[in-house]
C-alpha cells in the first residue's frame, strides 16, 4: 500500500498508509480499537477500495485487474465477513462454500475433492468434530476455525486473519497459536497477516509488527524493533512496559497507567 487513506465523511479511517509484505514474511497488525486494522486488512483482501492511494495484491495493482481473478488468491477471515455466511449450513459446507462465495462461481454440485479438501482443512484446524452441525449452532471459538479454514479453501497465496484468537479459550487459544507457527513454518504456506488486540497471542514465527493508532503508523517493521514499550505506549496512550518469553511477547500497563486510563 502507497500513500493509503480511507476517508468517510469527515473522518478519516486510514491516512498515508505505506505498507509493504513480502513473501518470506509474517506480520502481526496492532493497535486500539478503531486504529483501521480491519480496514487495513479489508482493503488487503479486495474488498474495499482507499479513498486515495495505491494498493497491489499479489503482484495486481488494484483498479487494474479483475477482482474475481484476483480474489480468490487471498484468504480472508473476519467477524465482517459474518453477514455473508449462511448461518443455517453445516460447518463443512461453509468452507466448501468458501471457495465459491470468493469466486462468484456457484456450483450446486459440489465436487468430492471440495468436500474432502474441506474435511481436511476442518481436521488440520481442529474443527472436523463438528463439521456437521449448523454454522449457527457453533460457538464463537468453533466459528473462529471453520471461518480459517474457509478462507484456505481456495489455496490462496495470503492469508489473512483477523483476530483469529478472539473469544478462544486458554488452551484454545494456546492451539491456535501452535496450528499459526506450524503454518508459518511451512515455506511453502502462504504469506500470513493478522490482526491482534494481544500481544500475548502473537506466534513465535510472526516476523514483522505493524502498529495502528487513529488510522495512522506508529511503527512498521521487524517485530523485535516495533514491539517496545515505548510503540506501544504511543499507540494505546498509556505507559506499557513490553516483553519478550521465549519468543512470546506479553504487555502490561503500570500502575499508574491503569489507574488514570478508568
Ligand atoms: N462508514 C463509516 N463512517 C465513519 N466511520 C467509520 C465508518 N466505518 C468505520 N468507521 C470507523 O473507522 C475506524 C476504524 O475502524 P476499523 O474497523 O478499521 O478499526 P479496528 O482497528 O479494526 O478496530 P477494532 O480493534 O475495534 O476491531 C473506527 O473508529 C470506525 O468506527
Ligand atoms: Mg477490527
Do not use: C
Not at 497488525?29 to 474495499?48: D, E, Q
Amino acid at each position: 500500500m502507497t500513500g493509503v487513506g480511507v476517508r468517510r465523511g469527515e473522518s478519516h479511517l486510514l491516512s498515508d498508509l505505506d505498507w509493504s509484505v513480502h513473501a518470506d514474511e509474517r506480520w502481526v497488525v496492532i493497535g486500539p480499537n478503531g486504529a483501521g486494522k480491519t480496514t487495513a486488512l479489508t482493503i488487503a483482501s479486495t474488498r474495499m477500495f482507499p479513498t486515495v492511494g495505491s494498493v497491489e495484491v499479489l503482484g495486481e495493482v488494484m483498479g487494474k485487474v479483475d477482482i474475481a481473478e484476483l480474489r480468490p488468491r487471498v484468504g480472508f477471515a473476519s467477524s465482517m465477513l459474518l453477514r455473508e455466511i449462511p448461518m443455517h449450513e453445516r460447518a463443512i459446507d461453509v468452507v466448501v462454500t468458501g471457495a465459491y462465495a470468493v469466486t462468484g462461481r456457484w456450483n450446486e454440485q459440489y465436487a468430492d475433492e471440495d468436500t474432502d479438501r474441506a474435511m481436511e482443512l476442518l481436521s488440520a484446524w481442529g474443527a472436523r468434530s463438528y463439521s456437521e452441525r449448523p454454522f449457527a449452532s457453533l460457538s464463537e471459538g468453533e466459528r473462529k476455525r471453520v471461518l480459517i479454514a474457509r478462507a484456505l479453501m481456495s489455496d490462496p497465496e495470503l492469508l489473512l486473519l483477523d483476530e483469529p484468537g478472539a473469544g478462544l479459550d486458554l488452551a484454545g487459544r494456546e492451539e491456535l497459536i501452535g496450528l499459526l507457527d506450524d503454518f508459518a513454518a511451512d515455506p511453502l504456506a502462504p504469506s500470513l497477516v493478522l490482526v491482534t488486540h494481544h500481544v500475548e497471542e502473537i506466534p513465535t514465527r510472526i516476523t514483522h509488527a505493524l502498529v495502528l493508532a487513529h488510522g495512522k503508523v506508529v511503527a512498521s517493521g521487524p517485530i523485535d524493533e516495533v514491539m517496545t514499550g515505548d510503540r506501544l505506549s504511543e499507540a494505546y496512550g498509556i505507559d506499557v512496559t513490553v516483553e519478550s518469553v521465549s519468543g512470546r511477547w506479553m504487555a502490561v500497563a503500570s500502575r499508574t497507567a491503569r489507574a488514570s486510563h478508568g
